[in-house]
């Protein structure tokens, strides 16, 4: 006799490794990229030992002499950190104030074009220095900037704002601004498309009421774009406020030729650089792995910080 319940009864689900031999097809085209992040990303993390220890090469990762927390002694006692932070938070700063805008004014400026050629024809073409490479950039704007023969030398002196050329790479005021345009030229279009994504998914229907009801272009702009593209700024908001000690050290090894321009290490140094030219370059690979860590657990912090912030706020928040 048959349980009349039995029909009823929810089916198991599968396990996972049932689901996986049934999506055996997926998990094979998955598994390189679970191999690369296992590579590049997990095995490295066992060389963060040698930010407790005096590593010397030859010595087998993990197997050098212990020294305890000395490396981060030799980090705070250097007289250059304070210079370091300082130029790292500046143009991180400016990065995450007008450089994280500038592509948001830009896709909703984007978005509000009606003529499809010319928006499509601009989308291209931001994008297009994306994939120049840093070097490539550092080359041009050194033409561009230049005192011999420079275009925006030739153009102030043409407009009469100025009666000689400015060095711009020969006084370090300037390369803070440098650090800025450059970015913002370079990434503009590249960042705005996600928030071009996210406007695509508004509903016709709300710009329609709002004419309707006799919004400008503006309040439609402000209450129904923004506000609906307000998820995804949060979010990478909050990514990007835990990168802020990341000042982008390509960018900054290139215009400085490789830190071998004198004049702009004032203000040119950076976290980034420091590592390099302090661990990498005078061989003191447990202070640069230490200098490294340290910038990584402040990042963390930062984000975590900035995350519970946006959820108190009642904000999306990545976890």
Same mark, same amino acid.
Not at 7 to 12: E, F, G, Q, V
Not at 143 to 146: A, N, Q, Y
Not at 266 to 279: K, M, Q, R
Not at 281 to 290: D, V, W
């Given at each position: 006799?048959?349980?009349?319940?039995?029909?009823?009864?929810?089916?198991?689900?599968?396990?996972?490794?049932?689901?996986?031999?049934?999506?055996?097809?997926?998990?094979?085209?998955?598994?390189?990229g679970?191999?690369?992040?296992?590579?590049?990303?997990?095995?490295?993390?066992?060389?963060? &030992?040698m930010?407790?220890?005096?590593?010397?090469?030859?010595?087998?990762?993990g197997?050098?002499?212990?020294?305890?927390?000395?490396?981060?002694?030799?980090?705070?006692?250097?007289?250059?950190?304070?210079?370091?932070?300082?130029?790292?938070?500046?143009?991180?700063?400016?990065?995450?104030?007008? $450089?994280? &805008?500038?592509?948001i004014?830009?896709? &909703?400026?984007?978005?509000?074009?009606g003529?499809?050629?010319i928006?499509?024809?601009?989308?291209?073409?931001?994008?297009l220095?994306?994939f120049?490479?840093?070097?490539?950039?550092?080359?041009?704007?050194f033409?561009?900037?230049?005192t011999?023969?420079?275009?925006?030398?030739?153009?102030l002196?043409?407009?009469?704002?100025?009666d000689?050329?400015?060095?711009?790479?020969?006084?370090?005021?300037?390369?803070?601004?440098?650090?800025?345009?450059?970015?913002?030229?370079?990434? *503009?279009?590249w960042?705005?498309?996600?928030?071009?994504?996210?406007?695509a998914?508004?509903?016709?229907?709300?710009?329609?009421?709002?004419?309707?009801?006799?919004?400008?272009?503006?309040?439609?702009?402000?209450?129904?774009?923004?506000?609906a593209?307000?998820?995804?700024?949060i979010?990478?908001?909050i990514?990007?406020?835990? $990168?802020?000690?990341?000042?982008?050290?390509?960018?900054?090894?290139?215009?400085?030729r490789?830190?071998?321009?004198?004049?702009?290490?004032?203000?040119?140094?950076?976290?980034?650089?420091?590592?390099?030219?302090?661990?990498i370059?005078?061989?003191?690979?447990?202070?640069?792995?230490?200098a490294?860590?340290?910038?990584? &657990?402040?990042?963390?912090?930062? *984000?975590?910080?900035?995350?519970?912030i946006?959820?108190?706020?009642?904000?999306?928040?990545?976890?």
């Open positions: 006799m048959t349980n009349p319940n039995a029909a009823s009864a929810p089916k198991k689900k599968p396990g996972f490794f049932s689901r996986a031999i049934e999506q055996w097809d997926l998990q094979v085209l998955v598994l390189p679970i191999l690369l992040l296992f590579v590049f990303s997990y095995i490295p993390i066992y060389g963060l &030992v930010a407790f220890q005096e590593y010397r090469l030859g010595d087998f990762p197997m050098s002499q212990w020294v305890g927390l000395l490396q981060f002694e030799y980090i705070f006692g250097d007289p250059n950190l304070p210079l370091v932070l300082r130029n790292t938070l500046v143009i991180s700063l400016l990065k995450l104030t007008i $450089g994280f &805008v500038c592509p004014i830009f896709a &909703v400026f984007l978005n509000e074009m003529n499809q050629t928006k499509k024809t601009i989308q291209t073409v931001s994008y220095p994306h120049i490479s840093w070097t490539v950039c550092a080359l041009l704007m033409d561009f900037l230049s011999d023969g420079g275009a925006v030398n030739e153009m002196m043409g407009a009469g704002l100025i000689k050329p400015i060095g711009f790479f020969q006084d370090g005021k300037y390369f803070w601004g440098i650090a800025l345009v450059t970015d913002i030229w370079k990434e *503009l279009g960042n705005s498309i996600i928030f071009i994504s996210a406007m998914g508004v509903d016709a229907e709300m710009y329609e009421a709002a004419d309707i009801d006799g919004a400008t272009r503006a309040q439609k702009m402000w209450h129904i774009t923004i506000k593209i307000k998820p995804t700024i979010l990478l908001l990514m990007n406020v835990g $990168g802020i000690l990341n000042a982008n050290f390509d960018q900054i090894m290139m215009l400085t490789q830190m071998g321009n004198p004049m702009l290490k004032e203000t040119a140094n950076v976290i980034d650089t420091y590592i390099f030219n302090t661990g370059s005078q061989g003191r690979f447990s202070f640069g792995t230490a490294g860590l340290l910038k990584s &657990v402040i990042n963390f912090i930062l *984000l975590l910080a900035a995350n519970k946006a959820d108190k706020a009642g904000e999306s928040a990545l976890f």
